[in-house]
């Protein structure tokens, strides 16, 4: 843990009434610091807008630089915490290749 980052006693992952509910216990039983996570239940994880194919139609020969293009293309959208689109994502696709 870093220096002035919060510390959870218990984390409660659920929302709606149950983890309403959930928290409130914990609190009521005297733990000082609970965090009610109700993101959780709804979160769906991104789906990476490009393929293979996209990659090899933007002029990547079919072998293992494809797939190393994609790792470095889905790296680069992570680290944007998914904010690219496809758009944004095949041009970063283009200009990789044209730098390359």
Do not use: C, K, Y
């Not at 959870?8 to 000082?32: H, I, N, Q």
């Not at 490009?50 to 992570?78: H, S």
């Amino acid at each position: 843990m870093l220096v002035g980052e919060p510390r959870w006693d218990v984390v409660v992952v659920g929302g709606g009434s149950a983890g309403a509910a959930a928290a409130l216990a914990a609190r009521a039983a005297g733990v000082a610091n609970v965090l009610l996570l109700e993101m959780a239940d709804h979160w769906q994880r991104p789906r990476f807008p490009l393929t293979g194919r996209d990659v090899m139609q933007a002029g990547v020969p079919e072998g293992p630089d494809v797939g190393r293009m994609l790792t470095q293309l889905e790296d680069w959208w992570i680290a944007g915490d998914f904010t690219a689109d496809e758009g944004a994502l095949r041009e970063r696709l283009a200009n990789t290749i044209g730098g390359a």
